[in-house]
């Protein structure tokens, strides 16, 4: 597993940004990314975070009230389970279902039912605006600031979760931060 994390950690060049300002879980995985290569301790699920940007965005919804390695390998385990992570037939999904879904051991988060009812209310908004891609809320080129906004009208996401996805978006290799005046 170790040789499998420095070979990881010798691929992936990123410019690291200064994060002193947050505290918390997204910081310990950042910290942990910095010294051991991997941000969950689970090499496939930072692949899938890296390939996937509705899993981006679902594992920093699912960071609150648990702790972030698990929030971030969310996404992964209801992928598992669905088959897919496809934001437009989550959207379409019986809301019951999908909560019976996030309930089945282990669970996708521990407010089952508030996580399931969120991750389709962002799936159904993502949907209907972004072609169900979250990647579109940020792949255009603009500036955080706007990103930001866009962020904020999804459910679950405050201003400090908001905040945070620049620094998902630049770590996970979706967006480069580094030369951004204003990173704090």
């Not at 996404?75 to 909560?99: F, Q």
Request: proline share 2%; with cysteine.
């Amino acid at each position: 597993m170790q040789s499998k994390i420095q070979n990881l950690k010798s691929k992936i060049e990123i410019i690291h940004l200064d994060y002193s300002h947050f505290d918390g879980g997204l910081v310990r995985m950042l910290d942990r990314f910095k010294d051991e290569g991997t941000f969950t301790g689970d090499l496939e699920a930072d692949d899938y975070l890296r390939r996937d940007a509705n899993a981006a965005l679902l594992g920093l919804l699912y960071d609150q009230r648990v702790r972030a390695e698990y929030a971030f390998t969310g996404p992964h385990r209801l992928r598992d389970r669905l088959g897919h992570l496809d934001l437009k037939k989550l959207a379409a999904m019986d809301p019951e279902a999908l909560r019976e879904v996030f309930a089945q051991k282990p669970a996708i988060h521990r407010f089952t039912n508030k996580m399931a009812d969120q991750t389709r209310a962002v799936a159904c908004i993502l949907t209907d605006e972004y072609d169900g891609d979250a990647a579109r809320l940020w792949n255009d080129g603009v500036a955080f600031s706007v990103i930001e906004k866009r962020l904020r009208r999804l459910p679950g996401f405050g201003v400090g979760k908001a905040a945070k996805m620049k620094y998902v978006l630049h770590y996970f290799g979706y967006r480069d931060f580094s030369g951004e005046d204003g990173l704090k």
